[in-house]
């Protein structure tokens, strides 16, 4: 039973540039949250997917988006990007339709922005 | 706004020994669940224990274990019998099931955790 898989595991991009992070979630769930995990903190959550939308967002610009695909899996874009940005972005995995709503994270990306 | 604070930057314990980890929230929805998670220095994010709120019995899961004090919103982490595989970075999360933030995850800074042969 696969968990969750992210790519790439590290990525260093310049100021301004543009990004995309992937995600497949763990088999059997279809809601996919991301969260973005500066150094030495807490993630904070960026968004939610389910059935293809967004349901959830958190306290982040619109440089921040997402999708979600019909097998589930979701990418993260982050445009123009600051130096800010660099941090662990972090893809968990969930049921959206039953109550147990434990998240199941993946290994995370590495965005370091020069 | 809804918070998680764990006032303990870093802690330390012996091989073998009980370690309590302390958490409280704050929130003013009824219906959440808690959780904590365990982020080791090769950073996957690993479930420890959930509490759903509802529930007056404290979680178990084998070596670990919680004391939820849903009045004082508390919800502390015990690890018995502390081995070396414990030692990482332990996360106190909620998640509120009703309201403006349902389904999403809010952390408190972390705790850091070494465990000492």
Known sequence: ?114 | AQTVTQSQPEMSVQEAETVTLSCTYDTSESNYYLFWYKQPPSRQMILVIRQEAYKQQNATENRFSVNFQKAAKSFSLKISDSQLGDTAMYFCAFIPLLGGSQGNLIFGKGTKLSVKP
């Open chain 1, 1 to 114: 039973d696969a968990g969750v898989t992210q790519s790439p595991t590290h990525l260093i991009k310049t100021r301004g540039q543009q990004v995309t992070l992937r995600c497949s979630p763990k088999s059997g769930h279809d809601t996919v949250s991301w969260y973005q995990q500066a150094l030495g903190q807490g993630p904070q959550f960026i968004f939610q997917y389910y059935e293809e939308e967004e349901r959830q967002r958190g306290n982040f610009p619109d440089r921040f988006s997402g999708h979600q695909f019909p097998n589930y899996s979701s990418e993260l874009n982050v445009n123009a990007l600051w130096l800010g940005d660099s941090a662990l972005y972090l893809c968990a995995s969930s049921l959206g339709g039953t109550i147990s709503r434990t998240q199941y994270f993946g290994p995370g990306t590495r965005l370091l922005v020069l």
